[in-house]
């Protein structure tokens, strides 16, 4: 029967405190469960909504603070978007080209793909200003790398330390078609480049190192864009100007937020779980493979697809004994890397639970990320008891220690709030995760989730 005095949420006026205490006698997790609307297609779908003609129908947003905010910022800009109090949400779009001058700073809040994609989007509209800032932690983090392409194509961008920081300040112009060869794989450098491509009379091209998640491609597609994906070359063209109509947007489940009961299904023994209706686009399932590779036993079930995006039901069971670890050592590097980026933080511990030496490399872009995901995992999994050595671009795990309930913290950042999560479930005594409130970013009912699963 399920346990709630065994997982707690602790909020008082300072502080927003997850405690998780382990039964003496042990816990697993059962259940079948939905996950929250992908995050990535959610904001895109927003955006997008907001920039065409005619009314946008989402089915399956999801109703975390990024995707809020994505919607206050089109909202201020014209676009007329219903109250996020449901997962069914209309926008009303206003043209693309037809965004207004906002009457305040527009406030990302925590969301870089807000930031980033929406540069592309106000650097292409002649005639306005704008100003766009977010939190704390967003203005920290690198933004030159979508604002030097910009400004190749004739965007006027000013802000700290020469426009590598936010708050910044945007005077829109007609841009000029660039091909650009991406010195990183990254969805959100591709989507913001072509977002501005589609005001932009003539080809505007991406080309990637490695191929990167492609919502951006699909979802352009479908609301009518003139886009051409080259596979070969990792390459992706908008023609422009181009004529946007609304769409009815059907969101999958997040794979990023089915990833923490994955690695919770294959780590807490007696455990069997059953995600439903998660999206599983190719150039998201990188998780899949790396779970795989260490011998997680999770199968796909029901395949089908909506709006252009693969679902399916992922059944995972734990596979390990009293006489072995449940999971097996891998190295996680190369092309692998940019489709499970987000995912590493899980797969971090997930490697604690599995017997060998855990090699994560190629993952220098976890450092800017929320936090220094690399620094920040490695530290508060190292105070738990396991041995994680870090990398300049990853980390070393050694699996097979036994972890032990501690003070840690999520350095607000959600996925390691979510992470440490998980790995107190296999901690002996009580572990407190500071600022564990993060969650709600992408998953605001994680913790009643996690209480929904917990047997004992």
Known sequence: MPVPSAISLNVSESQHDLIITRPTTGLSLRGRIRVPGDKSISHRALMLGALAEGETTIEGLLLGEDPRSTAKCFQAMGADISELNTTL????????????????????????????????ILASHPGRFFTVTGDSSLRSRPMSRVVNPLRQMGAEIWGRKEASLAPLAVQ???LRPIHYHSPIASAQVKSCLLLAGLMTEGQTTVTEPALSRDHSERMLKAFGADLTVDLETCSVTVTGPAKLKGQTVIVPGDISSAAFWLVAGAIVPGSDLTIENVGVNPTRTGVLEALEMMGADITQENYREAAGEPIVDLHVRYAGSTSQMPLKACRIAGDLVPRLIDEIPILAVAAAFAEGTTVIQDAAELRVKESDRIAVIANQLNRMGVRVTELSDGMEIIGGETLTGTEVDSHTDHRIAMSLAIAALNASGTTTIQRAEAAAISYPDFVTTLESLVVS
């Open 89 to 120: 949400v209309k926008v009303q779009g206003i043209g693309l080209g037809q965004l207004l001058e906002p009457l305040d700073v527009l406030d990302a809040g925590n969301s870089g793909t807000t930031l980033r994609l929406m540069l592309g």
């Open 172 to 174: 829109g112009q007609s």
